[in-house]
């Protein structure tokens, strides 16, 4: 079993920054491939950045690229979101997930292929 943790999650103004984490504890944290969700309200759930469990390769979603940055670190059982150039088409609730792969260098993408969840953190973007 794996119990994910996500903060800081809040309301900040379009163009703001927000760092999201998400704090892991049970099993081997770095044999798990991390990533992180949004579900926006009335729309389906999508992947906005995967990292590996090896932590060197990492994917975003299209809308986020150049904005967004996640990065593990495996010391300290913790995955981050970093949020910069916020918009308000970035409101939803985000979530960080954990896949247990046993290939260190892939990004897993398919949400079906985590097993474990956090609560969820909203972020909210006003105009």
């Known amino acids: 079993q794996v119990q994910l943790v996500e903060s800081g999650g809040g309301l900040v103004q379009a163009g703001g920054s927000l760092r999201l984490s998400c704090a892991a504890s049970g099993r081997t944290f770095s044999n798990y491939a991390m990533g992180w969700f949004r579900q926006a309200r009335g729309e389906e759930s999508e992947l906005v950045a995967g990292?590996?469990?090896?932590?060197?390769?990492?994917q975003y979603a299209d809308s986020v690229k150049g904005r967004f940055t996640i990065s593990r670190d495996n010391a300290k059982n913790t995955v981050y979101l970093q949020m910069n150039s916020l918009k308000p088409e970035d409101t939803a609730v985000y979530y960080c997930?954990?896949?247990?792969?046993?290939?260190?260098?892939?990004?897993?993408?398919?949400?079906?292929?985590?097993?474990?969840w956090g609560q969820g953190t909203q972020v909210t973007v006003s105009s």
């Open positions: 990292v590996s469990y090896s932590g060197g390769n990492i």
């Open positions: 997930a954990a896949s247990r792969i046993y290939v260190p260098s892939m990004v897993v993408v398919s949400q079906s292929a985590y097993e474990y």
